[in-house]
């Protein structure tokens, strides 16, 4: 009797111990990146908001806790860049055009306004060319999310999927 209590014990200790309880714990591991490009696109007068805008759907939605970043091709000293907006364009006379966006999981809007009627200066609202960059939330936080190729090049260096719609960049 001693020798099965003995045995029983033994199997029922290495029963429990080998058990553990790690299988609620979920990591996610993928950083999935997606690059929307929009080239020469025309912002289009809303009545309702008295501003300029693009309203572009987001065709799977995106999860609620990632992240829209966007950003407007520019020529800066003769070379194509992209800035980020929201920005703040000064002009002479002290004109301004402001760029911002903004979004939710199933589409973004981006918008231009001034403190002039902007149907007498096209170069700001015709043949626009927008960056829609979705990022996981984390991700965002230890990247300088100005700068567009900085943060192509941190989601091409943590492995990430970019995925370019209409596109330019296929990492």
């Known amino acids: 009797m001693k020798k099965i209590f003995l045995l029983l014990s033994v199997v029922s200790t290495l029963t429990f111990t080998s058990c553990n309880n790690d299988d609620d714990v979920y990591v996610d591991n993928d950083t999935i990146g997606e690059n929307i490009q929009l080239s020469n696109v ?3 007068f809303d009545n309702n908001t008295g501003r300029y805008q693009l309203l ?3 065709n799977p939605a995106i999860f609620e806790s990632d992240v829209i970043l966007v950003y407007r091709n520019v020529i800066d ?6 800035q980020q907006i929201p920005r703040t364009l000064y002009l002479s006379g002290g004109d301004e055009v402001d760029y911002d966006f903004n979004f939710t999981a199933n589409d973004v809007l ?7 009627d902007l149907s007498f200066a096209p ?12 990022v996981p939330a984390a991700f965002v936080n230890d990247i300088d999310t100005s700068d567009y190729d900085a943060v192509m090049s941190a989601l091409n260096d943590a492995g990430a999927e970019v995925r370019t719609i209409d596109g330019i960049e296929k990492r």
């Not at 170069?123 to 979705?134: A, K, L």
């Open 42 to 44: 025309n912002l289009t």
């Open 56 to 58: 572009y759907p987001l």
């Open 77 to 82: 000293d003769g070379f194509s860049a992209w």
């Open 110 to 116: 981006i918008y231009a306004d001034a403190n002039f």
């Open 123 to 134: 170069e700001f609202i015709n043949n626009q060319s927008f960056r829609i960059v979705i």
